[in-house]
């Protein structure tokens, strides 16, 4: 069996699909949640402990030090449902001080995400009922029937939202709502806009940890996909857009060169680049706004001393 047929064939399938729609656009793209196969995972852990990446250590310190008014603002016996769990440390950290939590579901499209972040959570709260969901979470899916009638609170911490555009966040939050039910509520990370060059910083940090994050997408499409990129041929690059208030991260051509992807040509400009992935950063009225518009009110909202980072209670 070659190594493109080793991934899952469905999933294989919607990662070329994707591939292809993206890099034969005018302005080439791949959807960031293709960076986080098992690799990427294990990439992305080692960027939030690199100096320049604040916003996990941001987070964390506001759910540690607001963890008794969190608690309080959430209220007891909810379901924590986590889009997007990354190692569940965070998820564990907050429900060590929920108040009679009635279940964990963590739900990502990742595997290998999901087997540490049940294990973890399972670990530190022995008893609560973990039931992990593999499903694209940018897409409708199901819960556990097990969960009954407990009341949901969602649980999307990282500035996770900030990797969709506009009207793809209003999307999330909108399924969301539909997902979780009838008062539900959902706990939120997002990033807040400060001075261009932390943020760059943070996207691009000088030991090349986040450069090697984004350049393992073209190793995964090697791999899955059978393309065939010379990956010494780009290079990572992170910019701040300050008209749309965002990071964006490019994977960029170092020469003119043409790359074969099931069965396609794709043909790259020197300096051409695939847009990888935007981390929008909010200022407060634009994340109220966004929360509006899907259905949601603002119920309480907690950030650092610093305005680094921002952590918001939605109610449905």
């Known amino acids: 069996m070659s190594a493109a047929m080793d991934a899952p064939a469905g999933q294989r399938a919607a990662l070329i699909a994707d591939a292809l729609a993206g890099l034969t656009a005018p302005r080439k793209t791949l959807p960031c949640k293709w960076l986080y196969d098992a690799e990427g995972c294990r990439l992305f852990e080692a960027i939030t402990r690199v100096p320049e990446y604040y916003p996990t ?52 499209i990742a595997p290998e995400w999901l087997e540490e972040a049940a294990s973890r ?31 949901r609170l969602g649980f999307f911490p990282g500035s996770t939202i900030g990797n969709f555009e506009p009207e793809g966040a209003v ?11 009838a008062g539900a509520r959902l706990l939120l990370g997002a990033d807040l806009v400060k001075a261009p060059a932390v943020l760059e910083a943070a996207y691009d940090d000088a030991e090349g940890v ?23 041929a780009f290079r990572h690059r992170a910019v701040w857009n300050a008209a749309l208030e965002r990071i964006e991260m ?56 610093e305005g680094l980072f921002s952590v918001w209670l939605l109610d449905a």
């Open 171 to 181: 999307g999330f939050l909108r399924r969301a709502r539909m997902t979780l039910g």
């Open 57 to 108: 250590r941001t987070e964390v310190r506001i759910l540690t030090e607001e963890a008794a008014s969190i608690a309080e603002a959430v209220g007891p016996g909810r379901a924590v449902v986590e889009f997007g769990p990354g190692d569940g440390a965070k998820a564990a950290l907050l429900l060590a001080v929920l108040n009679r939590p009635a279940a964990y579901v963590p739900v990502d």
């Open 210 to 232: 986040t450069a090697a994050f984004d350049l393992n997408l073209l190793h995964r499409l090697n791999r899955e996909a059978g393309a065939d990129f010379d990956i010494g």
């Open 121 to 151: 959570v399972a670990l530190a709260r022995p008893g609560l009922p973990v039931l992990p969901v593999v499903a694209d979470f940018t897409m409708p899916f199901a819960l556990p029937k097990r969960l009954g009638a407990a009341p």
């Open 250 to 305: 490019h994977l960029v051509a170092e020469r003119a060169q043409t790359v074969r992807l099931a069965g396609r040509t794709i043909h790259f400009a020197e300096g051409e680049t695939i847009h990888t992935e935007s981390s929008h950063k909010y200022r407060p009225e634009r994340l109220a706004g966004l929360a509006a518009s899907a259905g949601w009110r603002i119920s309480r909202h907690w950030t650092d001393a």
